[in-house]
Nanobody, 126 residues
Framework: QLQLVESGGGLVQPGGSLRLSCAAS????????IGWSRQAPGERDGFACT????????FYKESVKGRFTISRDTANNLVYLQMNSLKPDDTGVYYC???????????????????WGQGTQVTVSS
């Protein structure tokens, strides 16, 4: 089982930015599809994902398109989520999740993923 750790959350004012990181131990994230989701009361909503390094595709929900960007740091085995122009509605616990390349390209449905981190809190408030 892949062990994931998110970091980089915090309190930020509306319009501000944060960069979240997703790290893994013992396995290369390059070989996994990575999805990002947000836990708000009552639901976990997947909003962005990136396919394996060899595939390279990324997908975003309309609600974050143009504001959030996923990138990979292959040398350091990290996946980043850069979040700009943050809004109060972006508040929640953010998770990265992984699923192997043999299952195809990434999807945004959080239920598709097999391995999860513990989450990191993002609060957007003035």
């Amino acid at each position: 089982q892949l062990q994931l750790v998110e970091s980089g959350g915090g309190l930020v004012q509306p319009g501000g930015s944060l960069r979240l990181s997703c790290a893994a131990s013992r396995s290369s994230l390059n070989d996994f599809n990575i999805g990002w989701s947000r836990q708000a009361p009552g639901e976990r909503d997947g909003f962005a994902c990136t396919s394996t390094s060899s595939d390279g595709r990324t997908f975003y929900k309309e609600s974050v398109k143009g504001r959030f960007t996923i990138s990979r740091d292959t040398a350091n085995n990290l996946v980043y989520l850069q979040m700009n122009s943050l809004k109060p509605d972006d508040t929640g616990v953010y998770y990265c999740a992984a699923k192997g390349a043999r299952f195809g390209s990434c999807v945004m449905d959080a239920n598709w993923y097999a391995d999860w981190g513990q989450g990191t809190q993002v609060t957007v408030s003035s």
